[in-house]
């Protein structure tokens, strides 16, 4: 069922990880490529066990790929020095890959083409998260992008949420941020002001705050 439509809404800012970047895709991607490139060196492990621990992990990039790679090698009986290698690697493959999320591109063009103001607020590191972004060829159709370790601020901090609306030049009522963390993602941008809109996943659990629920960034063109 449609969620009821938002009134007054101005601008749209999106998460980027899991919202339009399908970072779950371009994880399994690269792991599996890694098994591929270091079968050699994997004294025999499967390939299931090889990915399948790594994504367990890795537990939708909320795990430390610098310390995910020498557990897993610890775990896997594997020489240690393998663990500096494969983080290397990863980082070098996550950069070539760029699956977005449903809609994710349709619906942008379409909110701009409303005339809403766009943007992105994410955690991480500006060459990566704009990496991504640039191999989404989504910088061009975004107004604002900021990223946590240029900001110096983090999600959930409600700051990080307010410079965005003042970057945009609006109110928090006249923005809502579409995200699929319940914490870092809906709590957060309610905190701020701004209306929630969490993108349903089956990794997290709803938001405790209201919201605004949707199963495809599609929804949204019916809500704003």
């Not at 449609?2 to 919202?19: C, E, K, M, Y």
């Not at 309610?190 to 969490?198: E, I, N, P, Q, T």
Request: hydrophobic share 45%; proline share 6%.
């Amino acid at each position: 069922m449609t969620s009821p439509r938002l009134r007054d809404i101005q601008a749209v800012l999106f998460d980027l990880d899991g919202t339009l970047f399908d970072r779950e895709t371009a994880v399994r991607e690269v792991v599996a490529g890694q098994h591929a490139a270091f079968s050699g060196e994997l004294d025999g492990v499967t390939r299931e066990r090889f990915v399948g621990r790594m994504l367990e992990l890795d537990a939708h990039g909320y795990g430390d790929k610098s310390e995910i790679y020498p557990r897993l090698v610890r775990e896997l009986g594997l020489p240690e020095p393998l663990a500096a290698r494969l983080h290397a690697h990863f980082w070098d493959a996550y950069a070539q890959v760029a699956p977005a999320m449903p809609g994710a591109r349709a619906t942008l063009a379409a909110l701009r083409a409303r005339g809403r103001r766009l943007g992105v607020v994410t955690n991480g590191r500006v060459r990566v998260q704009e990496g991504k972004l640039r191999a989404l060829d989504l910088l061009g159709a975004l107004d604002v992008v900021l990223i946590s370790e240029r900001e110096q601020l983090r999600k959930p901090d409600p700051a990080i949420f307010r410079r965005a609306l003042e970057r945009l030049g609006v109110r928090a009522e006249q923005a809502c941020y579409v995200g699929d963390h319940p914490m870092k993602d809906a709590q957060g941008a309610r905190d701020a002001g701004l209306h929630a809109v969490w993108l349903r996943t089956p990794h997290f659990p709803p938001p405790e705050a209201a919201h605004t629920a949707i199963d495809d960034l599609g929804e949204l063109l019916a809500l704003v």
